[in-house]
């Protein structure tokens, strides 16, 4: 079984900086891509940013672009999320997904999850 263990969640001011970080515990092989997902009470999960572990191919939602950057460390099984100039409407908890087959990744399916991180943004 693999554990995805988030961290760096917590109260920001609007315009300030998060940087979260997830690892892949208990897990040999690397993950094919990791990814960061968010959810607000009452709407539906949303992809945020993910990157594939070969290559390190990465996309964004619209509203990520040129605020958030995905990176991973060396290891493949750690996994950044650079959050800057952050606004209220960022506030969300944030998941962490993972999968290791090609396919799952392609399509955005992912069968590992994490706990979760909340971000709050005050104005």
């Known amino acids: 079984r693999v554990y995805l263990v988030e961290s760096g969640g917590g109260p920001v001011q609007a315009g300030g900086s998060l940087r979260l970080s997830c690892v892949a515990s208990?897990?040999?092989?690397?993950?094919?891509?990791m990814a960061w997902y968010r959810q607000v009470p009452g709407k539906a999960r949303e992809g945020v940013a993910g990157i594939y572990s070969q290559g390190g191919m990465t996309w964004y939602s619209d509203s990520a672009k040129g605020r958030f950057t995905i990176s991973q460390a060396d290891s493949k099984k750690t996994v950044y999320l650079q959050m800057d100039n952050l606004k209220p409407d960022d506030s969300a908890v944030y998941y962490c997904?993972?999968?290791?087959?090609?396919?799952?990744?392609?399509?955005?399916?992912?069968?590992?999850w994490g706990q979760g991180t909340q971000v709050t943004v005050s104005s």
């Open positions: 997904a993972a999968d290791f087959a090609r396919l799952n990744c392609g399509n955005r399916t992912y069968d590992h």
């Open positions: 208990e897990s040999y092989w690397d993950p094919y891509c």
